[in-house]
């Protein structure tokens, strides 16, 4: 009877163990399965926002037709056109653009002026049309803007500098300026 007690005994410890065992098993199973998941959503979280902040670091903003016919007439009143910087966009209440920009002079001086560009839809074209233009504080002849405006079909057919230019910043401290790009550099002081 012993023997048969012990074998019943097992027997018993056997049964009750594996269905414990199972559950424990399954258990453990579901919590790794978590981490796991919870390891693949993190990284998947982590590599969207990553994207993104490249995706928003590289895009380029673009600006209306508007703005790149006023740049455009711009360039053709600036005598050194290819020094031009536009820091800042300010549509107007009558519609037309305000641009402010910087640009190097005839003496290698850097200016900041603005530049009003007045464009109007024609109603039964839909085509854009010059009203007035504003370099610094003088207006522009309406001859010469009569003749810019048999051009700006030119303007609207081939594209346009549509990229939106950046702001200056608002403190001095972080406005710097080159000024050793324009010093005369002495290799030899003794000639």
Known sequence: MSEEEEILKQTIIE????????????????????????????IFIVIAFISYIVW???????????????????????PYPHTIYVSEIKPLRDGSLKLWYTHIDAFG??????FICG???DAKTGALKLSSIKVNKVYIDKL?????????????????????????????????????AVRKIILNIQK
């Open 109 to 114: 001086e850097y200016r900041m002026e603005e």
């Open 15 to 42: 049964e009750e163990k594996p269905k414990s065992a199972l559950a424990e098993k399954l258990k453990e199973k579901k919590k790794v399965q978590r981490k796991k998941n919870i390891k693949i959503g993190a």
């Open 56 to 78: 928003w670091g590289t895009r380029s903003y673009k600006a209306t037709e508007e703005y790149g016919i006023c740049r455009s007439l711009l360039e053709l009143f600036i």
């Open 144 to 180: 010469k803007i009569k003749h810019l405006n048999n051009a700006l079909i030119y303007f609207q057919e081939n594209p346009l500098v549509l990229n939106w230019p950046a702001a200056l910043p608002d403190s001095i401290d972080n406005l710097h300026l080159d000024f050793n």
């Open 119 to 121: 464009l109007e839809r």
